[in-house]
């Protein structure tokens, strides 16, 4: 069975460049993850869909951040323009909602993002 | 300001001893507690979750603990393994009105075990 899937696992580009992370998320999952983890401030989640819809974004930490679920099976981070402060392992998560947040998130393995 | 606060930050143990690892939380109001194996590399795994009414939960060789008064909890680990050396991360979920908790999470423990 499948896991969570993220791709790229490892992104270099230039400050300013547009940086676009993908993820798949398990099967039958209604509910997904955007988050990043650094050294200096751990995992932080930056957004979560239920059902595709977008329900909390206030971990985004700028404009410069978006995400999008087009359908259940396929999500988008994208940064633009990219700034090394945002250099950092992304990780998407899925879970099944039932009414609540007593699910275990399921996660991907990750893209380490480098901004030079 | 809702925390979550784990302990120690770091730890080493022998192959075969027992360890535990502490969280401390001022998250309020209280949806639930996970832990999370996190191993160099990958992404967390989940471990355990507990809500308000569960005060213990097992996995295999992995004991979390909940005490929902005192805003604790507790990880222990029986009979070590190489492969349990990782990072191990508390995160506490706040109710919210919306019935989607916001996470809150530790800096996590590493752990390192020896053979």
């Known amino acids: 069975d499948a896991g969570v899937i993220q791709s790229p696992r490892h992104e270099v580009t230039e400050m300013g460049q547009e940086v676009t992370l993908r993820c798949k998320p398990i099967s039958g999952h209604n509910s997904l993850f955007w988050y990043r983890q650094t050294m200096m401030r751990g995992l932080e989640l930056l957004i979560y869909?239920?059902?595709?819809?977008?329900?909390?974004d206030s971990g985004m930490p700028e404009d410069r951040f978006s995400a999008k679920m087009p359908n259940a099976s396929f999500s988008t981070l994208k940064i633009q323009p990219s700034e090394p402060r945002d250099s950092a392992v992304y990780f998407c998560?899925?879970?099944?909602?039932?009414?609540?947040?007593?699910?275990?998130?399921?996660f991907g393995d990750g893209t380490r993002l480098s901004i030079l | 300001k809702n925390q979550v606060e784990q302990s120690p930050q770091s730890l080493i143990i022998l192959e075969g001893k027992n360890c535990t690892l502490q969280?401390?939380?001022?998250?309020?109001?209280?949806?639930?507690l996970r832990w999370y194996k996190q191993d160099t590399g990958r992404g967390p795994v989940s471990l355990t979750i507990m809500t308000f009414s569960e005060n213990t939960k097992s996995n295999g060789r992995y004991t979390a603990t909940l005490d929902a008064d005192t805003k604790q909890s507790s990880l222990h680990i029986t009979a070590s393994q190489l492969s349990d050396s990782a990072s191990y991360i508390c995160?506490?979920?706040?109710?919210?009105?919306?019935?989607?908790?916001?996470?809150?999470f530790g800096d996590g423990t590493t752990l390192t075990v020896k053979p």
């Open positions: 995160v506490v979920s706040r109710r919210t009105n919306t019935n989607a908790g916001k996470s809150t």
């Open positions: 998560a899925s879970s099944l909602w039932a009414g609540g947040d007593n699910q275990p998130q399921h």
């Open positions: 869909f239920n059902n595709n819809v977008p329900i909390d």
């Open positions: 969280c401390n939380y001022t998250v309020s109001p209280f949806s639930n």
